[in-house]
């Protein structure tokens, strides 16, 4: 019985074999942020390797949207689409569309090949962007209005004076790190 259980220890590791493994390269899409005022999205793409990280074509790549939250639908109205990789390896999840909530979410991507297995996250947000790109609501910032509100007010000031002094030489004021300096007046009809 001794020298069957060696046998058995010496073959089965001699007939077993462990089966290559697949990669999942994210090409696009990672960290996009979609915007759901205007219903645009970054597609989502990735890469199918091998071992050797070489592309795989012909694996069939599942892009899976999250069942409820943030997340969106594909061009069919599906959560999930499949897709087959082409001669560079890559698939692409056209259609994709984000829903109207905002925040995070991920979008699970698995690939199959001749029994070899792989999946990934692609982590995204949707947002409500202004057609700029930047977030809605966030208009121009409290300490721009602030500086420019000080500036108008410094340069009024100084005209003011410049034409209400009685001095022949222009008034020029001083803020920390900004100079204004207001011209010689003069009133007349257009040219």
Do not use: C
């Amino acid at each position: 019985m001794r020298y069957l259980s060696l046998l058995l220890a010496l073959w089965i590791p001699a007939t077993a074999q462990v089966a290559p493994m697949l990669n999942l390269v994210v090409l696009e899409g990672e960290g996009a942020t979609n915007n759901i005022r205007q219903r645009t999205a970054r597609e989502p793409i990735v890469q199918v390797q091998d071992e050797n990280h070489k592309p795989v074509a012909g694996a069939i790549v599942v892009f899976t949207l999250p069942s409820n939250g943030a997340g969106g639908v594909f061009a069919n109205g599906a959560r999930t689409l499949s897709m087959v990789s082409d001669n560079q390896g890559q698939a692409v999840a056209r259609g994709f569309r984000p829903n109207g909530l905002k925040g995070q979410f991920k979008i699970r991507v698995n690939a199959s090949h001749q029994g070899r297995t792989a999946s990934t996250d692609i982590n995204q947000t949707n947002a409500a962007l202004a057609a700029s790109g930047a977030a809605a609501g966030a208009g121009v910032s409290a300490k721009l209005i602030a500086v420019l509100a000080v500036v108008g007010a410094a340069a009024a000031g100084g005209a003011y004076y410049a034409t209400h002094s009685g001095s022949a030489t222009p008034a020029a004021i001083t803020l920390p790190g900004t100079t204004i300096a207001a011209g010689s007046g003069s009133v007349g009809p257009p040219r």
